[in-house]
């Protein structure tokens, strides 16, 4: 699809003045590094402030103020945080509910994407849409009824302690799932879209059936979406708090980012330390983003195919 | 309808009633049994999950809003009728500075983050050094969780140990500047917040975007002596019309849904003057002591007519280009 490029006869019309500089050149970037660079430092100031806060024991904070230089440097604090409010639980927990929603999100959009781009029945645009749509439906909306849902719905007494989907990890990861299909479907569908119908022809004269070209031929070929989405999905889910806020009403049960307040009522007059607590909250979805960066932006590719 | 390349499968398992519409496509007749209920499992599952979990409780709010139900027992709901939505219009306090501040969140997102993420995106997308760093840096604060982002920014609003205070001299006493606590402040100092998290999630949309974008249009417009300006407004601009729908309905969403930051900002126990939104209001509502869910559930329904204009421009757009 090579579209609409103006035809180069266009200096019939215009009488352009000769640039100074030949277009074919590539201009100097020096102005456009100072420029990212600069933006690039002032993006990281806040995120460097609490670095620096958190390495500052508290008592030479208090003495010098915070916007002085330090007198001491330590991971004290970390340590601290790491053992007083027990935050290895809460990132157990945070763990065994993003672990199966990024999963299960991602294999069931992966099969409504696959059904709505590989066959064309009636209803399937209408299929796409109404996950698509499911996704934009701001949560706030959803949560009084979903609330009183949870209470009515029971749960085995291996899976929920209180024998209901409300105050269990297991509720959690139904909505995240049924919550983030949508985005997922949508990104997933456009690129499958992509993949050349020849593939599945040529599948089915071998004999291969349907479950054998989704998980042989589509799921692998999907491989930097999947990059792309499991890097966006797990930042979402780990860094939600909405729903465990109203879901989930023992303490106990909470992810680390709901946790994480209860540090700050308990410690609310060390700054420096809450400062510690909450970086080490974010080391997992950066981890997340480093690992899958390569194939982040790649993956990404939403619907923008060439014509 | 680029469809019917398809040859009738050799193995020929013939449909046994073709009663269903005559089925035009020949594709669908190569389903076996096995095919069929793999599908059927396999899309069903999410399907219920979905209509269970999302759209369920969406239509759900919008029967209770029409009643008067306090949320303990369902004896004593009434039906009210339009009742709780004439109350809000009228009778509400928070509600019009609510609406107005959703307003103003939307044109500063939409103004400034929005623009800015697109043209960073347009600045990186290109052969340079550090390319990747400058990426990682911008798009940082999406990565970090809301609870973080929302302390970073309280140590640095903080009015006496706050370092922006202590870097523009108003940390000492007579002239202190309270950011988050000033309700004429308040709402600008959650927007810079959001807005420093939304430039980056904008960025990162449009860079792939433009991976998508055919780089022959852009030299030709070189060729043709256009500098970058004219390059990105002419033809990099109309070329990415998908991405454009994908990122406007992006910022409207943001901006209606925005809810963590200002809860968090805002010390964690819901709307406070100057930084009320609708979706802290309904959260007032349904999550407080009192809890008046007929009331929380009106609330909701206007966010989600609101929201339903933006999802629908956005599908129609969206899927016009597939019907046909």
Not at chain 2, 86 to 101: C, D, G, M, R, S
Not at chain 2, 172 to 187: K, M, R
Not at chain 2, 201 to 220: S, T, V, W
Not at chain 2, 247 to 263: K, Q, W
């Amino acid at each position: 699809m090579t579209a609409t490029a103006t035809p180069p006869a266009s200096r019939s019309r215009t009488p352009l003045a000769p640039r100074a500089t030949a277009p074919s050149r590539p201009p100097r970037q020096t102005g456009r590094h100072l420029m990212l660079g600069g933006i690039a430092v002032v993006w990281l100031v806040p995120l460097l402030w609490a670095v620096y806060t958190s390495l500052r024991p508290y008592s030479d904070t208090t003495r010098h103020g915070y916007l002085s230089w330090p007198h001491s440097i330590s991971l004290q604090n970390f340590s601290d945080a790491w053992s007083q409010s027990g935050m290895p639980h809460f990132f157990w927990n945070s763990v065994l509910i993003t672990v199966p929603a990024v999963h299960g999100t991602l294999l069931f959009a992966s099969a409504v994407a696959f059904f709505v781009s590989r066959f064309d029945f009636r209803w399937n645009v209408a299929l796409l849409m109404l996950f698509t749509a499911g996704n934009l439906i701001p949560a706030q909306v959803l949560i009084t009824p979903l609330y009183k849902l949870y209470l009515l719905l029971p749960l085995p007494v291996w899976m929920s302690d209180s024998l209901l989907v409300y105050n269990s990890l297991w509720g959690i990861i139904f909505i995240h799932i049924a919550y983030q299909c949508g985005f997922c479907t949508f990104v997933l569908s456009n690129y499958m879209k992509t993949i050349p119908k020849e593939i599945f022809e040529a599948a089915r004269v071998d004999g291969a059936p349907v479950w054998r070209q989704f998980f042989q031929i589509v799921l692998p070929l999907c491989r930097p979406a999947f990059a792309a989405l499991a890097t966006l999905e797990s930042i979402w889910i780990y860094n939600d708090f909405f729903w465990s806020l109203v879901l989930i009403q023992t303490g106990d049960k909470r992810p680390i980012t709901s946790a994480l307040a209860n540090l700050q009522g308990q410690y609310f007059t060390n700054p420096n330390l809450i400062a510690a607590g909450a970086l080490m909250t974010a080391i997992p979805t950066l981890l997340v983003y480093f690992a899958l960066q390569r194939q982040f932006i790649s993956g990404l590719t939403i619907g923008s195919g060439k014509g | 309808m680029s469809s019917v390349r398809t040859a009738p499968g050799p193995e020929g398992t013939a449909p046994r009633s073709p009663a269903r519409g005559q089925s035009r496509r020949p594709r669908q007749r190569s389903l076996d049994r096995g095919d069929r209920l793999f599908l059927t499992v396999v899309v069903g599952i999410p399907l219920l999950a979905l209509l269970f979990f999302v759209w369920l409780p969406a239509l759900a709010s919008i029967g209770l809003s029409f009643t008067n139900w306090d949320g303990l027992a369902l004896a004593d709901m009434r039906w009210v009728g339009f009742d709780n939505y004439k109350e809000i219009f009228t009778n509400y306090p928070p509600f019009w500075p609510a609406v107005e501040h959703n307003v103003l969140w939307l044109l500063f997102t939409a103004l400034l983050p929005t623009p800015f993420g697109v043209f960073l995106a347009y600045q990186l997308d290109r052969k340079l050094r550090f390319t990747r760093i400058y990426q990682t840096a911008i798009f940082m604060p999406m990565v970090l969780s809301l609870a973080v982002v929302g302390f970073i920014w309280e140590i640095i609003y903080n009015p006496d140990t706050g370092l922006l205070n202590g870097v523009i001299g108003a940390a000492s006493s007579g002239s202190h500047i309270d950011w988050l606590g000033d309700p004429h402040l308040n709402l600008w100092a959650v927007l810079v917040a959001s807005g420093w998290r939304h430039s980056g999630y904008i960025m990162i949309l449009y860079l792939a975007g433009l991976k998508g974008f055919d780089p022959a249009l852009k030299e030709a417009a070189a060729l043709d002596g256009a500098g970058g300006r004219q390059t990105f407004f002419r033809v990099v601009l109309p070329a990415l019309k998908p991405v454009n729908i994908i990122i406007l309905v992006v910022t409207v969403m943001e901006s209606l849904r925005a809810f963590d930051i200002v809860y968090v900002l805002g010390g964690g126990t819901g709307s406070k003057p100057g930084m009320q939104l609708l979706s802290l209001l309904i959260s007032d509502n349904i999550i407080g002591e009192s809890s008046h869910i007929g009331y929380g559930s009106a609330l909701a329904v206007i966010l989600l007519l609101v929201s339903l204009a933006a999802i629908a421009t956005f599908l129609v757009q969206t899927f016009r280009k597939e019907d046909q």
